[in-house]
């Protein structure tokens, strides 16, 4: 594994988790809607062109609806092989349009998946996006909306 584990980052990585599950409910006055998940079918370690790809996502999500919102994590492997994404994301769009919009956009980039958000006080899908920000150059997050 070439992460370096820390009480301090793991702190941290709480810290941001708290403040990331809360996001959507403050500002919006909802709670997330969707779990996403993105790998690539070829090695990718560029995080300028991950940025691309998955705002040209963000981008044909917009154009269906104009509120969508939500945070990306890049996430290297544990063999430091690929960049993989996670995704929190909060839409008025139904759960087929979103899918259907998702795999139109990624099918063609690597491999997808699309759950609802649950919320859990103990551990939830936040926490694991945020479990390894931070321990490489690579392990970043980013907010995914039109702010960009």
Not at 104 to 125: A, I, L, P, T
Request: net charge positive; with cysteine; aromatic share 14%.
């Amino acid at each position: 594994m070439i992460y370096t584990q820390s009480s301090e980052r793991d702190n941290i990585s709480n810290q941001q988790s708290r403040w990331m599950k809360e996001y959507s409910i403050e500002n919006n006055g909802k709670d997330w809607d969707y779990c996403v998940g993105l790998s690539y079918r070829s090695k990718m370690l560029d995080t300028f062109k991950c940025r691309k790809c998955w705002r040209k996502l963000y981008d044909d999500l917009y154009k269906l609806d104009n509120s969508v919102y939500g945070f990306v994590v890049d996430e290297l492997d544990e063999m430091g092989i690929s960049i993989h994404h996670h995704l929190i994301v909060g839409s008025k769009l139904d759960e087929k349009t979103f899918k259907k919009t998702l795999s139109n956009n990624w099918d063609k980039r690597g491999v997808n998946w699309v759950e609802r958000y649950v919320r859990n006080n103990d551990w939830d899908y936040v926490d694991y996006m945020n479990k390894h920000i931070g321990k490489t150059k690579r392990n970043i997050f980013d907010v995914f909306s039109n702010s960009l």
